[in-house]
């Protein structure tokens, strides 16, 4: 069975905040979360999504 981690948890294991992770699940960044009712349920084992504000050019990256 698959494990999940709150939205909490994952912006501290991802070194974000909590409302962004909330901004992700809600875009559909993350593969495999769940809502129930108020509450993120993210799988334990995801990734943090590369974060697409942020342009990478040459091996620098540059803010758009």
């Known amino acids: 069975m698959l494990e999940y981690i709150s939205a909490p948890e994952a912006a501290k294991k991802w070194g974000i905040s909590e ?17 129930f009712s108020r509450l993120w349920l993210i ?7 590369t974060d697409k504000r942020h342009k990478k050019v040459g091996g620098n990256t540059f803010n758009e």
């Open 43 to 49: 799988p334990k084992d995801a990734e943090k999504p």
């Open 19 to 35: 409302r962004r992770v909330q901004k992700l699940c809600e875009e559909n960044r993350i593969p495999g979360v769940a809502k």
